[in-house]
């Protein structure tokens, strides 16, 4: 099994900071593309940014330039910027992870990210 623990969300004013983190641990022989979601109330979830193990990145086109994400092993990071109402939004990652039984995208628990205006 594999799991992924969220952390670094919280309440932030607009135009202000945070830094996600997503740590993934267990029965981890490789993981190809980590990524950051985000499920906003009423809407559905959406991409973010991805990042694959040989580092290539990919953003949602509205948060280019704001957002920022980086990896290191199996950690994923996700530097936010110039924060807008708009983002608030619970954030998850995921993973695609090969352990010794299957190949399986797996997910976080979700950290709540509220920006007040």
């Known amino acids: 099994q594999v799991h992924l623990v969220e952390s670094g969300g919280g309440l932030v004013q607009a135009g202000g900071s945070l830094r996600l983190a997503c740590a993934a641990s267990?029965?981890?022989?490789?993981?190809?593309?980590m990524g950051w979601y985000r499920q906003a109330p009423g809407k559905q979830r959406e991409s973010v940014a991805t990042v694959t193990s040989s580092g290539n990145t990919n953003y949602a086109d509205s948060l280019k330039g704001r957002f920022t994400i980086s990896r290191e092993e199996n950690t994923v990071y996700l530097q936010m910027n110039s924060l807008k109402p708009e983002d608030t939004a619970v954030y998850y990652c995921n993973a695609e992870a090969r352990t010794w039984s299957y190949d399986k995208t797996f997910w976080g628990q979700g950290t709540q990210v509220t920006v007040s205006s």
């Open positions: 267990g029965s981890i022989l490789s993981i190809n593309t």
